[in-house]
Protein backbone atom coordinates (compact mmCIF):
# COMPACT_ATOMS: atom_id res chain seq x y z
CA UNK A 1 0.00 0.00 0.00
CA UNK A 2 1.94 3.39 -1.30
CA UNK A 3 1.50 6.55 0.47
CA UNK A 4 1.84 8.25 3.51
CA UNK A 5 1.30 6.73 6.92
CA UNK A 6 1.02 8.82 10.08
CA UNK A 7 0.93 6.87 13.23
CA UNK A 8 -0.85 6.95 15.85
CA UNK A 9 -3.99 7.88 14.94
CA UNK A 10 -5.20 9.03 18.14
CA UNK A 11 -2.58 10.03 21.22
CA UNK A 12 -3.09 11.17 24.30
CA UNK A 13 -0.78 13.24 26.18
CA UNK A 14 -0.45 13.75 30.05
CA UNK A 15 0.66 17.03 30.78
CA UNK A 16 4.87 17.46 31.00
CA UNK A 17 5.25 14.36 28.68
CA UNK A 18 6.93 14.47 25.08
CA UNK A 19 5.58 12.55 22.80
CA UNK A 20 6.59 11.56 19.27
CA UNK A 21 4.07 11.58 16.16
CA UNK A 22 5.08 9.30 13.26
CA UNK A 23 5.74 9.91 9.27
CA UNK A 24 6.22 7.49 6.58
CA UNK A 25 6.70 7.43 3.45
CA UNK A 26 6.90 5.67 0.55
CA UNK A 27 6.83 7.85 -2.64
CA UNK A 28 10.26 8.68 -2.68
CA UNK A 29 10.02 12.17 -2.76
CA UNK A 30 11.72 14.64 -1.47
CA UNK A 31 10.57 17.42 0.46
CA UNK A 32 8.36 16.67 3.90
CA UNK A 33 6.31 19.36 6.08
CA UNK A 34 4.76 19.27 9.50
CA UNK A 35 0.81 21.25 9.86
CA UNK A 36 -1.11 22.10 13.04
CA UNK A 37 -4.53 22.26 12.50
CA UNK A 38 -6.37 24.07 14.96
CA UNK A 39 -10.85 23.79 15.42
CA UNK A 40 -11.78 26.03 12.38
CA UNK A 41 -8.68 26.90 11.60
CA UNK A 42 -6.01 26.26 8.57
CA UNK A 43 -3.10 24.53 8.25
CA UNK A 44 -0.24 26.25 10.17
CA UNK A 45 3.56 25.24 9.10
CA UNK A 46 5.72 23.58 11.92
CA UNK A 47 9.19 22.31 10.28
CA UNK A 48 9.61 21.37 6.63
CA UNK A 49 12.53 19.41 5.08
CA UNK A 50 13.86 19.18 1.73
CA UNK A 51 16.40 16.27 2.16
CA UNK A 52 17.56 14.01 4.62
CA UNK A 53 19.97 15.89 7.48
CA UNK A 54 18.19 19.55 6.92
CA UNK A 55 15.19 20.78 7.84
CA UNK A 56 13.79 24.53 8.52
CA UNK A 57 11.77 26.32 11.19
CA UNK A 58 7.86 27.12 10.20
CA UNK A 59 5.92 29.43 11.80
CA UNK A 60 5.07 27.60 14.89
CA UNK A 61 8.44 25.74 15.43
CA UNK A 62 8.51 26.53 19.29
CA UNK A 63 7.81 23.82 21.24
CA UNK A 64 8.36 21.32 18.79
CA UNK A 65 11.43 19.29 17.16
CA UNK A 66 12.08 17.41 13.85
CA UNK A 67 14.61 14.64 12.53
CA UNK A 68 15.20 13.87 8.99
CA UNK A 69 17.73 10.93 9.40
CA UNK A 70 15.90 8.81 6.30
CA UNK A 71 14.23 10.11 3.13
CA UNK A 72 11.21 8.54 3.90
CA UNK A 73 11.35 9.74 7.62
CA UNK A 74 10.10 12.99 9.02
CA UNK A 75 8.96 12.14 12.89
CA UNK A 76 7.65 14.89 15.20
CA UNK A 77 8.63 15.39 18.45
CA UNK A 78 5.96 17.37 20.50
CA UNK A 79 8.14 18.86 23.86
CA UNK A 80 6.33 19.57 26.92
CA UNK A 81 7.62 23.28 26.12
CA UNK A 82 4.75 23.39 23.96
CA UNK A 83 1.78 25.19 25.64
CA UNK A 84 -1.07 24.32 23.90
CA UNK A 85 -0.13 20.95 22.06
CA UNK A 86 -4.01 19.53 21.97
CA UNK A 87 -4.57 19.61 17.91
CA UNK A 88 -4.70 18.09 14.61
CA UNK A 89 -1.69 16.87 12.85
CA UNK A 90 -0.67 16.66 9.25
CA UNK A 91 2.28 15.56 7.53
CA UNK A 92 2.90 16.19 3.69
CA UNK A 93 5.34 15.28 0.94
CA UNK A 94 5.90 16.40 -2.44
CA UNK A 95 8.16 15.88 -4.94
CA UNK A 96 11.04 17.32 -6.48
CA UNK A 97 12.00 20.95 -6.26
CA UNK A 98 12.70 20.99 -9.93
CA UNK A 99 8.80 20.21 -10.80
CA UNK A 100 5.75 21.72 -9.58
CA UNK A 101 3.89 18.80 -8.12
CA UNK A 102 1.47 18.64 -5.76
CA UNK A 103 1.63 17.90 -1.77
CA UNK A 104 0.25 14.76 -0.61
CA UNK A 105 -0.79 14.21 2.98
CA UNK A 106 -1.28 11.11 5.55
CA UNK A 107 -4.39 10.96 7.60
CA UNK A 108 -3.40 12.94 10.22
CA UNK A 109 -2.79 12.28 14.05
CA UNK A 110 -5.31 13.57 16.84
CA UNK A 111 -3.17 14.69 19.93
CA UNK A 112 -5.13 15.35 23.18
CA UNK A 113 -3.50 16.33 26.30
CA UNK A 114 -5.31 14.91 29.62
CA UNK B 1 6.81 37.07 6.21
CA UNK B 2 4.95 34.65 3.33
CA UNK B 3 1.10 35.01 4.05
CA UNK B 4 -2.08 33.64 2.32
CA UNK B 5 -5.74 34.93 2.64
CA UNK B 6 -8.22 33.33 2.14
CA UNK B 7 -12.15 34.94 2.09
CA UNK B 8 -14.90 34.65 2.76
CA UNK B 9 -13.97 32.24 5.72
CA UNK B 10 -17.71 31.08 5.89
CA UNK B 11 -20.46 30.74 3.74
CA UNK B 12 -23.57 28.91 3.81
CA UNK B 13 -25.73 28.74 0.32
CA UNK B 14 -28.44 26.46 -0.88
CA UNK B 15 -28.06 23.62 -3.24
CA UNK B 16 -27.77 24.59 -6.79
CA UNK B 17 -26.07 27.81 -6.15
CA UNK B 18 -22.95 29.07 -7.53
CA UNK B 19 -19.76 30.01 -5.27
CA UNK B 20 -16.83 31.95 -6.03
CA UNK B 21 -13.62 31.17 -2.94
CA UNK B 22 -11.09 33.87 -2.78
CA UNK B 23 -7.42 33.76 -2.47
CA UNK B 24 -4.64 36.31 -1.98
CA UNK B 25 -0.93 35.15 -1.55
CA UNK B 26 2.15 37.65 -0.48
CA UNK B 27 5.30 35.17 -0.47
CA UNK B 28 8.90 35.17 -2.17
CA UNK B 29 9.92 33.01 -4.77
CA UNK B 30 6.05 31.96 -5.32
CA UNK B 31 6.34 28.95 -7.37
CA UNK B 32 2.64 27.32 -7.83
CA UNK B 33 -0.91 27.80 -6.09
CA UNK B 34 -2.62 25.24 -4.68
CA UNK B 35 -6.13 24.26 -3.81
CA UNK B 36 -7.43 21.29 -1.46
CA UNK B 37 -10.90 20.25 -0.23
CA UNK B 38 -11.05 18.66 3.80
CA UNK B 39 -13.35 16.92 4.14
CA UNK B 40 -12.95 14.91 7.77
CA UNK B 41 -9.15 14.36 7.76
CA UNK B 42 -6.41 14.65 5.23
CA UNK B 43 -6.99 17.46 2.42
CA UNK B 44 -7.65 16.19 -1.17
CA UNK B 45 -6.10 18.02 -3.90
CA UNK B 46 -8.23 19.88 -6.25
CA UNK B 47 -6.17 21.97 -8.70
CA UNK B 48 -2.34 23.51 -9.21
CA UNK B 49 -2.17 26.65 -11.02
CA UNK B 50 1.32 27.92 -11.88
CA UNK B 51 0.28 30.22 -15.29
CA UNK B 52 -2.34 33.37 -14.95
CA UNK B 53 -5.14 33.54 -16.63
CA UNK B 54 -5.22 29.62 -17.62
CA UNK B 55 -8.63 28.02 -16.20
CA UNK B 56 -8.34 24.60 -15.20
CA UNK B 57 -11.34 23.08 -15.05
CA UNK B 58 -12.74 20.14 -13.75
CA UNK B 59 -16.41 18.79 -13.21
CA UNK B 60 -18.41 21.80 -11.97
CA UNK B 61 -15.25 22.97 -10.13
CA UNK B 62 -12.91 25.44 -11.70
CA UNK B 63 -10.37 28.03 -10.97
CA UNK B 64 -7.59 30.44 -12.03
CA UNK B 65 -4.34 32.36 -10.93
CA UNK B 66 -3.92 36.09 -11.23
CA UNK B 67 0.00 36.50 -10.30
CA UNK B 68 0.26 40.32 -11.42
CA UNK B 69 -2.92 40.89 -8.68
CA UNK B 70 -0.78 37.52 -6.71
CA UNK B 71 -4.74 36.34 -6.59
CA UNK B 72 -7.06 33.17 -6.62
CA UNK B 73 -10.38 32.22 -7.26
CA UNK B 74 -12.06 28.83 -7.22
CA UNK B 75 -15.56 28.49 -8.51
CA UNK B 76 -18.24 25.94 -7.99
CA UNK B 77 -21.44 25.90 -9.47
CA UNK B 78 -24.41 23.79 -9.58
CA UNK B 79 -23.33 22.96 -5.81
CA UNK B 80 -24.38 19.78 -4.07
CA UNK B 81 -24.21 18.76 -0.45
CA UNK B 82 -21.19 17.02 -1.24
CA UNK B 83 -19.36 20.02 -2.07
CA UNK B 84 -19.70 20.94 2.10
CA UNK B 85 -15.92 21.03 3.47
CA UNK B 86 -13.04 23.41 4.34
CA UNK B 87 -11.87 24.50 1.31
CA UNK B 88 -8.14 25.20 1.23
CA UNK B 89 -5.60 27.50 -0.99
CA UNK B 90 -1.61 27.33 -0.31
CA UNK B 91 0.76 28.48 -1.99
CA UNK B 92 4.38 26.83 -2.81
CA UNK B 93 7.61 28.99 -2.76
CA UNK B 94 11.31 27.38 -3.08
CA UNK B 95 14.33 29.33 -2.17
CA UNK B 96 16.53 26.15 -1.24
CA UNK B 97 13.66 24.34 -0.06
CA UNK B 98 10.20 23.83 -0.42
CA UNK B 99 7.66 25.15 1.34
CA UNK B 100 3.68 25.00 1.26
CA UNK B 101 1.94 28.02 2.84
CA UNK B 102 -2.09 27.79 3.85
CA UNK B 103 -4.12 30.19 4.29
CA UNK B 104 -7.06 29.48 6.82
CA UNK B 105 -9.44 27.87 4.95
CA UNK B 106 -13.18 28.67 3.66
CA UNK B 107 -15.83 26.34 5.36
CA UNK B 108 -18.22 26.18 3.02
CA UNK B 109 -21.77 24.32 4.01
CA UNK B 110 -24.47 23.87 1.42
CA UNK B 111 -27.90 23.19 2.47
CA UNK B 112 -30.49 21.26 0.18
Known amino acids: DGGITQSPKYLFRKEGQNVTLSCEQN?????MYWYRQDPGQGLRLIYY???????QKGDIAEGYSVSREKKESFPLTVTSAQKNPTAFYLC?????????????FGQGTRLTVV | EDKVVQSPLSLVVHEGDTVTLNCSYEVTNFRSLLWYKQEKKAPTFLFMLTSSGIEKKSGRLSSILDKKELFSILNITATQTGDSAVYLCAAMTIQGAQKLVFGQGTRLTINP
Open chain 1, 92 to 104: AVSGPSKRNTEAF
Open chain 1, 49 to 55: SQIVNDF
Open chain 1, 27 to 31: LNHDA
